[in-house]
């Protein structure tokens, strides 16, 4: 459990630093989502514009995400790791900290409830249905640029802390698989 939390805390640290760092290009892309979420929640918007700007959504997050990668290989890059190398020691560090790896999966369910179901059951225990609408596509078009955005720095962060805390001197053998089992 206590290289799950490691784990956990030193990709979120990693996720801060990179999301104030590039914080017009996290918001920016966001914004497209954040737009879109808000009017299609709020308003009754016809199917086809609905479904195209959710495709738009789409795009957009993917474009995110490839953007963050890259950035990330950058800065590998700049401390000596090339894309093999860090694909290497991406699966070494899956491999050295396999249990620590699958739970991040828990404490991203956690994280689930904690910003989507219990903020959706509140608002629904709580707000009168005549603002509820409004609430919803408030709290849905908030969470684009925070929580949302947030994630997927925090996973790339997970596979960027298995990256740089391997160890790719230790020895292998000819399959690739390291020596000592620690």
Do not use: C
Not at 137 to 150: C, G, L, M, Q, R
């Amino acid at each position: 459990m206590r290289q799950t939390l490691a784990l956990s805390k030193a990709a979120l640290h990693w996720a801060a630093v990179f999301y104030a760092r590039h914080l017009l290009l996290v918001l920016g892309l966001s914004l497209v989502p954040t737009v879109q979420r808000f009017l299609v929640v709020r308003y009754d918007v016809v199917t086809p514009v609905a479904v195209t700007t959710e495709a738009l959504v789409v795009l957009v997050r993917l474009l995110l995400l490839l953007l963050i990668i890259r950035l990330l290989l950058t800065e590998l890059a700049a401390s000596g790791i090339d894309r093999h190398r860090a694909w290497a020691r991406l699966t070494a560090g899956i491999d050295a900290r396999r249990v620590a790896f699958w739970l991040q999966w828990v404490v991203l369910a956690v994280a689930f409830v904690v910003f989507d179901v219990i903020p959706n059951a509140v608002i629904a225990a709580v707000v009168p249905e005549a603002g509820r609408e409004t609430v919803t596509a408030v709290v849905v078009a908030v969470k684009n640029p925070t929580v949302i955005a947030f994630t997927f720095l925090w996973m790339v962060g997970i596979a960027r802390t298995l990256i740089v805390e391997t160890d790719d001197r230790a020895p292998r053998m000819p399959d690739g698989q390291r020596l000592s089992a620690s």
